[in-house]
């Protein structure tokens, strides 16, 4: 971790497709165990700083850290099992593998890492029971409604224990009541293991769940904790 | 909603005469109450008293008041400071909201500031709300849902508002 403790970093950002900036010197960082809504208008670059900060997209410049490891000198191999194993991900349509169940899909991430498949499932299925899901835990993701189909990609997300959440508009697909249960139970499961959670969202009523939030305008990040 | 505050935000563009001040506040802000004479000189009266305007002409004639007022430094800085304070999340603020947006659009400070600092405010309730949901009782929770429906409704509008800002600007500051 940096000196003023923070988890992960970024410091000047800069990414480009094409012509036109998506990130333009964004500057960011999250504490274990913080929960930071990132909003700001659409096209914005918020997309793109989550997947920057996570290891999927390469910055054209500026630095990512986590936990003191700088992620643009590690090699493929290393940043995947850092996603594997650190990261988790949310992102507004569950995203889930049609031909697995539901629990197998919950159980994926472990089984990944080299977890038994006894294991791995026991565990899949307490989270299950924690999203409140159990009982789909046989069915495949076609059989389940959305709502449901979300709740399985949160449980999926949690099952490593990760110490980052990466979420893009986790519930924006599900109405509010569902919405705001998911919020509630993920929030809650996170600042349980000290995970710091990147939450995208334009809802303020999702954002109300963040300790603080940073917003994303013409590619530059600013931080409102403070602000006012 | 302050009128004098928002005749000194109309003041900034460049000096004008009461009765301009009227049409101007009328035209951009007076939808449904148009100002009275009345009011635009007793409140010029106040400002100049207070320091925030001073008389920068006397036109000759007949009618009320032909004085031509400008905004003092002191006057800027009261703008400045209305403009970056957010205002107090409440049910219907939007046309105080409304008004500080224009004035900043008017007077080229950054609207999209005024924007993020009254989403903090606002999100600041929220977050308090958003707690006593998560420990609260059935009715507790619904009552804070109704808030916090409120509240985002603001915040929407403001969102909206913020995506529209360059055709504001163009209409407002043609
Ligand atoms: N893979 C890509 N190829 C080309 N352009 C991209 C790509 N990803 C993003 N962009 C562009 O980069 C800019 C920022 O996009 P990004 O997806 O980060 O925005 P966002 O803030 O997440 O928006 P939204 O709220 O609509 O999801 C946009 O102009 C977008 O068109
Ligand atoms: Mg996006």
């Known amino acids: 971790m940096t000196p003023d403790g923070a988890l992960l970093t970024a410091q000047d950002l800069r990414k480009a497709y094409g012509p036109t900036p998506a990130l333009d010197g964004a500057d960011f960082s999250i504490h274990p165990g913080e929960v930071v809504a990132v909003m700001g208008p659409s096209g914005s670059g918020k997309s793109t700083l989550l997947h920057c900060l996570a290891g999927i997209v390469r910055p054209d410049s500026g630095s990512v850290r986590f936990d003191g490891r700088e992620l643009s000198q590690m090699g493929d191999a290393e940043r995947s099992a850092l996603r594997r194993g650190e990261f988790g991900f949310v992102f507004q349509f569950g995203q889930l593998v049609p031909e697995l169940t539901c629990v197998e899909n919950v159980a994926l991430p472990l089984r990944l890492t080299g977890v038994k498949r006894k294991d791995a499932e026991g565990r899949a299925l307490e989270w299950l029971e924690r999203l409140e899901v159990a009982e789909v835990g046989g069915k495949r993701p076609g059989q389940v409604s959305g709502g449901q189909g979300q709740r399985v990609a949160v449980a999926r997300s949690l099952v490593t224990s990760p110490r980052v959440l990466f979420a893009d508009e986790p519930t924006g697909a599900l109405d509010s009541l569902n919405g705001e249960r998911v919020m509630e139970l993920f929030t809650q499961a996170a600042r349980e293991t000290r995970a710091a959670v990147v939450l995208v969202t334009h809802e303020a009523r999702v954002a109300a769940y963040s300790d603080r939030e940073v917003v994303v305008r013409d590619g530059k990040a600013r931080d409102m904790a403070g602000a006012v | 909603m302050s009128i004098g505050l928002t005749l000194l935000g109309l003041l900034e563009s460049g000096p004008r005469h009461g009765y301009d001040l009227k049409r101007a506040f009328d035209e951009r802000f007076g939808q449904n109450r148009p100002l009275h004479y009345g009011q635009v000189y007793s409140t010029m009266s106040r400002l100049l008293k207070n320091g925030l305007v001073e008389v920068d002409g006397i036109e000759h004639g ?46 080229g400070r950054d609207a999209n500031d005024l924007l993020d600092v009254q989403r903090s ?45 360059g055709q504001l600007a163009k209409e407002v500051r043609p």
């Open chain 2, 62 to 107: 007949s009618g009320p008041d032909r004085k031509r007022y400008a905004i003092t430094e002191a006057g800027v800085t009261d703008v400045a400071q209305w403009l970056s304070q957010p205002e107090a999340p409440e049910p219907y603020l939007q046309s105080t909201l409304y008004t500080k947006v224009v004035l900043a659009l008017l007077t």
């Open chain 2, 121 to 165: 405010e606002h999100l600041r309730l929220m977050r308090d709300l958003t707690q006593q949901k998560r420990t609260g009782e059935l009715a507790d929770q619904l009552i804070c849902d109704h808030a916090l429906f409120h509240l985002e409704a603001d915040l929407r509008w403001l969102e909206l508002t913020a995506a529209r800002l």
